[in-house]
């Protein structure tokens, strides 16, 4: 029986027809009774007594609670929200005598209503910038930096990539899905569940694939996406290098095992080019739809990088597809677009099959009338 329907009769007039019955049929029992009066306000805090019951029943059970909840349901296997991620970007600084600037450690900058911190130089005049506001705000803004203080020399400051997102505090339905995850999953001492569980822990991880044994006897390859299901950073996979394994391989000074060799790749950007002839309705043009069209063709694409990472760890991993159907099922629902043909995918007219670490992405979108 579905959980929602186990008290579905436990209502104000079911149960108040119930308590009448019993009463003999010589008594007044009619409404505005003292009888009907006695027994109709017992049924009323009885059916509320049954919505709290069903109430307490879905708190019991992960899948149906919520919030405080859920999480002391999750404590008890080990899974604990996780606490928003402050965004870590690429800090440019330019010189006022040409070139790039070094700058301290620590200097800050605002931009917009967030201020960032330098914490690590990568090279000449580009710093690791975090943002002091946790969450996805941090990943959202783009340009000139405003130093906080006098730093000398400098002619401008720009915020750029994203090196590790940021993340807002973990929601119900994510905190589930792990702790789903962490009942279906049998880690122990390195094997390929293990990897998973630990590499998914990092900040800025979105997702993980692991092949054993891939070059050989006591190696292993993790390929990670980032947690906007995009390419890592390259300061981001060598963070998850050193957590894990950190170079020299094999040194037992990350998560891996003594004896593993564990070496961490990016997932590949796939660039799928678009073109499509579009029939729109009388008296519209196609520049009034063009860009709804590239924010449903950007949405699926995004949904396909969502679904990268094998859910089933026991059946092989299997490459995305690009379905020409799914393409003209969303496109043709848009308003005002009454037929599309002729769509091609990098030139074919036939779904396309990119590679098993690959994720695609929307390259020229080309649409024509």
């Known amino acids: 029986m579905n959980i929602e329907n186990i008290y579905a009769d436990q209502t104000y007039e079911n149960l108040q027809n119930r308590k009448l019955a019993r009463v003999p049929n010589d008594r007044d029992k009619r409404q505005g009774s003292i009888i009907f009066d006695a027994t109709s ?7 509320q007594m049954y919505i709290e019951l069903l109430r307490i029943l879905r708190l019991t059970f992960a899948e149906t609670s919520f919030g405080e909840y859920l999480r002391r349901r999750t ?7 996780e606490a928003a991620v402050h965004a870590v970007r690429l800090g440019v600084m330019h010189s006022t005598e040409g070139g790039f600037l070094d700058i301290n450690i620590g200097e800050r900058f605002s931009i917009e209503a967030l201020h960032f911190v330098a914490t690590k130089r990568i090279e000449q005049g580009h710093f690791e910038l975090q943002c002091e506001t946790a969450g996805v705000v941090g990943n959202q803004t783009f340009g000139r930096l405003i130093p906080v203080g006098n730093i000398r020399g400098l002619a401008k400051a720009e915020l750029t990539d994203i090196l590790i997102p940021g993340a807002d505090e973990e929601d119900d339905d994510s905190l589930y899905a792990r702790y789903e995850e962490k009942i279906n999953m049998t880690p122990f001492a390195g094997n390929v569940d293990d990897y998973v569980l630990k590499t998914k822990k990092i900040e800025g991880v979105g997702g993980c694939e692991v092949y054993p044994v891939r070059r050989g006897g006591g190696t292993g390859d993790i390929v990670i996406i980032d947690s906007l299901y995009n390419p890592p950073s390259q300061v981001l996979i060598d963070r998850v290098q050193a957590e894990i394994d950190p170079l020299p391989h094999q040194t037992g000074l990350g998560t891996a095992g003594i004896d593993h060799n564990i070496l961490i790749l990016g997932v590949q950007t796939a660039a799928i080019d678009i073109e499509a002839r579009v029939i729109t309705a009388h008296g519209l043009y196609l520049g009034q739809v063009q ?3 590239e924010a449903v063709i950007n949405a699926y694409f995004l949904e396909l990088r969502q679904g990268w990472e094998r859910r089933d760890r026991i059946t092989p991993k299997m490459p995305i597809i690009v379905r020409v159907a799914q393409l003209i099922s969303i496109i043709i629902n848009i308003e005002g677009i009454e037929d599309i043909k002729d769509i091609k995918l990098n030139g074919q007219d036939t779904n396309l099959t990119i590679g098993l670490d690959e994720i695609p992405f929307a390259g020229v979108i080309n649409l024509y009338e």
């Not at 306000?41 to 059916?47: G, Q």
């Not at 404590?75 to 929200?81: Q, T």
């Open 75 to 81: 404590a008890e296997l080990g899974v604990y929200p």
């Open 291 to 293: 860009e709804e069209i």
């Open 41 to 47: 306000t017992n049924s009323v805090e009885e059916a």
